[in-house]
Every structure is written in structure tokens, then in C-alpha cells.
């Protein structure tokens, strides 16, 4: 079973951005998209993007498409999320997850999940 | 955007009783794209029911997706002690992919 390795945890202050990273144990050659989902203390699931790594292409939930990257090395599979303009709003677990295509770019169910990276942004 | 409305918000139940989830969404989900988590506290979201209806590897035969359209439910059959946990269902039929707000399933 794959798994997926995520960078370490970031303290970052209002108005910076943060990168976290993914990366797959292993490298398949299927069509697969890594997504990136993050929680804010207590609270629930929020959908922000992903990108389907052996095409390198992103694709990003409208609420982030104006301060969000995601991106991906098509050798490794790693993907990256980078998120600008930071505010405490941001402080959450960035988690990325295997996403099992069906149909779209934009329609799967996520199978695989990282331990998540956990953001602090504060002054 | 499909708004996904779980119900309720908080189950209070004893270990071997039946948990129903309901997963209500704002439009037509397409094909049952509808898929159903378990994040236990402390954890990373674990894949139970993708599909509407199919299990995922490894999940015991108690979890029991049901539905279409804009109805669906999640059962859990003799809730044992180590389903209590927070329960997401996620729609990714229509674009943008979205989930419901979480039920919680705590111990009476």
C-alpha cells in the first residue's frame, strides 16, 4: 500500500506563505491526483485542490484560486501546495490524499491520506 | 457548489446499537460519486465507502453505504467501541468536490 510521506510542521507570520510538500513511497504509473484537504482546529473537511502528477496539471477550489499553487514533479510524484497571503484563518492541518479518479479531472474519492502537516500562523 | 448537510450533528449511542448517518445534498449527486470517512481523534481520515455503497479494503462488513440522488446514509451495524469518531461523507460527482460538515459518533 502506498503511502504518503508530508513535510514537517511550519510557524509562519500573517502575510508569508508556506509550502508543504508530498511524496509518495512509491512511484506508480497510474492516473491519480493528489489533493490537498485541510482542518482548522475542531472543525471539518475543506477541499482546496489538486493536481494529477503525471500530467502536472493543477486544478483548485475557487475560494484559493487567487493565493494558491499546487504543484507537482512528475519524476517523483511529490506534490507541493504553496499558500500566499497567510492569516490566522490558515492555521489548520494541511493533509494530502490519494485521489481515485472517476471521470473528471475533479471527481474522485480519496484512498490514501498523509499524516498531515500542521500550520501555525501567528504573530 | 453541492452543499452537503450530514444529520445529525452528534449520535449518542452504546456499543451495539445501530448508528444511521444521513448525508443530504443540495443537488443531484451524479453516478453516486458519494464517498464516506471515519477520522478518529488524532487521525488522519480513513476511507470507508466510495461509491455510495462499496466498502473500501479492510473495512469490517458493519459499514453499509446506502443511497442516490441526494439522499444517503452510512449505517453502522453493532457500533463496536472503536467506531466512535467523527464521520465526513464527500461528494466528487459534481465539481467543486465537497464534504459535509461531520456527524460525531460519541459513547452514551
Known amino acids: 500500500q502506498v503511502q504518503l510521506e508530508q513535510s514537517g510542521a511550519e510557524v509562519k507570520g500573517p502575510g508569508s506563505s508556506v509550502k508543504v510538500s508530498c511524496r509518495p513511497s512509491?512511484?506508480?504509473?497510474?492516473?491519480?491526483?493528489i489533493a490537498w484537504v485541510r482542518q482548522a482546529p475542531g472543525q471539518g473537511l475543506e477541499w482546496m485542490g489538486g493536481?494529477?502528477?503525471?500530467?502536472?496539471?493543477?486544478h483548485y477550489a475557487l475560494k484559493f484560486r487567487t493565493r494558491l499553487t499546487i504543484t507537482a514533479d512528475r519524476s517523483t510524484h511529490t506534490a507541493y501546495l504553496e499558500l500566499r497571503g497567510l492569516t490566522s484563518e490558515d492555521t489548520a492541518i494541511y493533509y494530502c490524499a490519494r485521489g481515485i479518479l472517476r471521470g473528471g479531472d475533479q471527481q474522485y474519492y480519496m484512498d490514501v491520506w498523509g499524516n498531515g502537516t500542521s500550520v501555525t500562523v501567528s504573530s | 457548489e453541492t452543499l452537503l448537510t450530514q444529520s445529525p450533528d452528534i449520535l449518542s449511542l452504546s456499543p451495539g446499537d445501530r448508528a444511521n448517518i444521513s448525508c443530504r445534498a443540495s443537488?443531484?449527486?451524479?453516478?453516486?460519486?458519494l464517498a464516506w470517512y471515519q477520522q478518529k481523534v488524532g487521525q488522519t481520515p480513513r476511507l470507508l465507502i466510495y461509491?455510495?455503497?462499496t466498502r473500501a479494503t479492510g473495512i469490517p462488513d458493519r459499514f453499509i453505504g446506502i443511497g442516490s440522488g441526494t439522499d444517503f446514509t452510512l449505517t453502522i451495524n453493532r457500533v463496536e467501541s472503536e467506531d466512535f469518531a467523527l464521520y465526513f461523507c464527500?461528494?466528487?460527482?459534481?465539481?467543486?468536490?465537497?464534504f459535509g460538515q461531520g456527524t460525531r459518533l460519541e459513547i452514551k
Open positions: 464527500q461528494q466528487y460527482g459534481n465539481s467543486p468536490l465537497t
Open positions: 461509491g455510495a455503497s
Open positions: 493536481v494529477i502528477p503525471i500530467y502536472e496539471k493543477a
Open positions: 443537488q443531484t449527486v451524479s453516478i453516486t460519486f
Open positions: 512509491r512511484v506508480t504509473f497510474s492516473t491519480y491526483s
